[in-house]
């Protein structure tokens, strides 16, 4: 990526994209650090045995944040 910003001179960021599907899974991913916090609301959404669902979301902001950038 970073050869691609010197080479390519990325133009722009999906905004759209990273709103809609990157923010969710970044709130889904940080979801067991808000529980153990006390800062989250809802602690039936994430189960604590169960870190697929978190982990998946992270993996899947990781991906959208990297394919937002515009080329």
């Known amino acids: 990526m970073i050869i691609e910003i010197k080479v390519k ?3 722009g960021f999906d ?3 990273f709103v809609a599907v990157g923010i969710p899974a ?3 991913a940080i979801a067991p ?6 800062l989250f609301f809802v ?6 045995g169960n870190t697929t669902l978190t982990t998946t979301a992270g ?4 991906y959208v944040f990297i ?3 515009k080329k």
């Open 9 to 11: 001179k990325l133009r």
């Open 15 to 17: 905004w759209i994209k």
């Open 26 to 28: 970044l709130f889904i």
């Open 33 to 38: 650090i808000l529980i153990y916090r006390n």
């Open 43 to 48: 602690n039936d959404l994430i189960l604590y």
């Open 59 to 62: 993996i899947v902001f990781g």
């Open 67 to 69: 394919d937002s950038f």
